[in-house]
């Protein structure tokens, strides 16, 4: 099973999440996500798939900061986790996808081990956040299984 952990501020990046999502069921991969992620209800033998907006000066979305506090404080083992990150950030900014690179870090210090690059989504450009993610999400579950 994908664990998908979403950091939302203003609802593109949850959106994005429910696309992949469906896009998984369809294609009969089990998903579930994680809309207020906490370490303690997210498996770590399952790959991970952190799917984040970025907002302000880089920071992280409220609904994923605590799971981001946890990470640092705690330093849990998660050297049997697998993952990748979607980020979407707003390139005029020169934070442009922060928070995706703050979580990515987070849990490799836990021991974590990414699979590929992040997908950094610049919602300047005209391709829909969804549509990006969807066509990068074959390169990850080719990873993930």
Not at 13 to 19: F, G, R, S
Not at 81 to 109: K, M, N, P
Request: with cysteine; proline share 6%.
């Amino acid at each position: 099973m994908i664990q998908i952990l979403v950091g939302s501020q203003m609802g593109a990046a949850e959106y994005v999440a429910e696309q992949v999502a469906e896009t998984m069921a369809l294609g009969g991969v089990e998903a579930k996500l994680h809309l207020a992620p906490e370490l303690d209800h997210i498996a770590a033998s399952d790959s991970w798939l952190v799917i984040t907006s970025t907002y302000g000066a880089g920071d992280l979305p409220d609904n994923i900061q605590p799971f981001a506090d946890r990470l640092a404080q705690d330093q849990p083992d998660l050297t049997t986790v697998s993952f990748a990150v979607i980020t979407l950030g707003d390139s005029s900014y020169d934070t442009f996808c922060q928070a995706g690179r703050t979580l990515s870090s987070l849990l490799q210090q836990c021991g974590a081990k990414l699979l590929l690059p992040a997908l950094e989504i610049d919602v300047q450009q005209p391709d829909l956040p969804e549509d990006q993610a969807i066509a990068w999400l074959p390169n990850y579950l080719q990873l993930s299984r």
